[in-house]
């Protein structure tokens, strides 16, 4: 396993993380059992770096992580978010200094550990300035209980203002081959500032895998459910995407996920992807993309395939949106 660095000053990681959401739901029903196995298999194959989140089912996710990882603690980098709170409306930014220490102290004892070694703002909120919500995370460096600080979705102009306070080790926001608008200021301000970008959703909450269908119904629960891009006409105008770039995978010996995570790849080693995994058929899956090399012939034929304003639809429902890339 190929290893970079979580920015200038933060921890050495794997090339490619491991996103956990989806091993509490998410995308519908899960197995603890075999996620616990996934993690175990991650982490054997030469992943150090896990991703999750204190909202990710009600904290069950931490739970599951601090379960199975704790007696290898010192060869994970763990990952987490907070600042965010769940309300009949759904997920509303939340980020008062007490929250975030309330729910750092509560992480901790969910994934059986001292410290976090990565933790995430996961979305600004609007009624607390960015610099009191990084200026608590700073706290909690202070006092050992967190490693690095990272955000998660934020603007460019944010971004400064946060690195201000602290020093930010990396951004964890969306970005694949299909959802590029990191590229225009946020990763070029990363870049300034030394910070890493970590890439949720390269495989377009999985559409890039192939595996979903026009006919294709979501399960009781899942995500994409209610999400534009996922659906109707939008869904079938994408789906014309992954048959581009099942045509070329094919010409690679290689899966779709392979092209979309390896595409990610070439993006610059300061771009970490972190494709989530609940069964490890598909963590094998995504592994191999490190394996797989593209050519600039490759690439041009996947910038021709994709449309320069990337999928149709957007990628959060009118709730999601307000939250993002504020």
Not at 70 to 78: F, N, Q
Not at 134 to 148: C, F, I, P, T
Not at 256 to 283: E, K, M, Y
Request: net charge negative; aromatic share 4%.
């Amino acid at each position: 396993m190929h290893t970079t660095t979580l920015g200038t000053d933060g921890p050495a990681v794997s090339r490619l993380g491991l996103g956990c959401m989806s091993m509490t739901g998410s995308y519908g029903a899960a197995d603890p059992h075999e996620a616990a196995a996934t993690l175990l298999e991650a982490l054997d194959s030469g992943v150090t770096m896990f991703d999750t989140g204190d909202f990710y089912g009600d904290g069950a996710n931490e739970e599951l992580l601090g379960q199975a990882l704790a007696p290898h603690r010192d060869r994970v980098v763990l990952a987490t978010k907070s600042g965010v709170r769940r309300t009949a409306e759904g997920l509303v930014p939340a980020g008062a200094p007490d929250h975030l220490r309330r729910a750092c102290e509560a992480s901790l004892r969910r994934l059986r550990t001292d410290h976090i070694d990565v933790y995430y703002l996961a979305r600004i909120d609007p009624a607390v300035p960015v610099e009191e919500s990084v200026g608590a995370l700073a706290d909690l460096v202070a006092q050992g209980k967190v490693g690095h600080i990272g955000l998660s979705e934020v603007s460019a102009a944010t971004l400064r203002r946060a690195h201000a306070i602290h020093p930010i080790s990396a951004v964890q926001t969306e970005y694949s081959l299909w959802e590029r608008h990191v590229e225009k200021d946020i990763l070029p301000t990363l870049r300034d500032l030394g910070a890493a970008l970590v890439a949720y959703s390269p495989l377009g909450r999985g559409l890039l895998t192939g595996a979903v269908r026009s006919t294709t119904r979501y399960d009781s629960g899942d995500f994409r459910a209610t999400a534009p891009r996922y659906n109707g006409d939008n869904l079938k105008a994408n789906l014309t995407i992954v048959e581009a770039i099942t045509r070329l995978a094919t010409t690679k010996n290689a899966t779709p996920a392979q092209i979309a995570v390896a595409w990610l790849l070439t993006r610059g080693s300061d771009v970490i992807p972190v494709p989530g995994s609940s069964r490890r058929p598909h963590l094998r899956d995504n592994l191999a993309a490190l394996d797989l090399q593209l050519t600039a012939t490759d690439l041009s034929h996947i910038d021709a395939a994709v449309p320069a304003t990337g999928a149709r639809g957007a990628r959060y429902g009118d709730h999601g949106i307000r939250m993002i890339d504020q």
